[in-house]
């Protein structure tokens, strides 16, 4: 199973981090939403090749959970498969909603670099807890356009993601290749995306 959380490990070797794979299946468990014509995800998991064919009989049986095929957007030419339908087992197991943050998180997790919509870069941006337009003088931000201290009630961090997740995205997922142009590495370097950048993509 792939993990989110960070391990310590003794010694100053940097070896544990030369190989991360890609995120590639995602296993979910699901309850019928309050409309009744889908199921909201309310766990996700993701797992590696081996952990899916060995699970493979039991997920078939099942009728709560689903294994699903995904790929991280890296390139704009491409539709994001993050709504999980691109191939599921059980082939049968219906319409699913994916709650935004669940989305979120896996596509950051996973190295997306492309949204679909100026309302996904607000979203994204207030989870993070980056400025999405630009701020007044009594909003204190920093040179990355995270919101410090007491102006940042909407995320959940304290201290700034971004050095962080510039390493996740540029270093990890795309092996020391060039973000700056994507979508989220302009975020990631400070600036603000507009509705016109989106415009190609309605």
């Not at 009744?36 to 995800?41: D, I, L």
């Not at 993701?46 to 009989?57: K, Q």
């Not at 596509?107 to 993070?128: D, I, M, T």
């Not at 630009?134 to 940042?152: K, L, Q, R, Y």
Request: glycine share 6%; hydrophobic share 40%.
């Amino acid at each position: 199973m792939v993990v989110s959380k960070p391990v310590k490990v003794n010694g100053v070797s940097g070896t544990l981090d030369a190989f991360q794979r890609p995120v590639r299946w995602i296993l979910t468990s699901s309850f019928p939403s309050p409309s009744g014509t889908a199921r909201t995800v309310e766990h996700m998991i993701i797992i590696s090749p081996y952990e899916a064919n060995c699970l493979l009989p039991d997920i078939r049986r099942s009728k709560c959970v689903t294994l699903h095929q995904y790929a991280p957007r890296q390139n704009f030419a491409f539709g994001s498969l993050d709504k999980l339908s691109l191939y599921n087992v059980p082939e049968d197991s219906g319409t699913i909603e994916i709650p935004d943050e669940l989305r979120m998180q896996l596509n950051l997790f996973a190295g997306q670099l492309y949204l679909e919509s100026y309302a996904e870069y607000q979203r994204l941006c207030a989870f993070l807890g980056v400025a999405s337009v630009a701020t007044s003088g009594d909003i204190c931000v920093d040179t990355h356009g995270f919101i410090e201290s007491e102006d940042n009630k909407g995320s959940a961090f304290r201290q700034s993601p971004i050095e962080f997740l510039k390493v996740l995205m540029s270093q990890i997922r795309k092996d020391a290749q060039d973000i700056d142009k994507t979508h989220v590495g302009r975020i990631l370097n400070g600036l603000l995306l507009f509705p016109s950048d989106f415009a190609d993509l309605a």
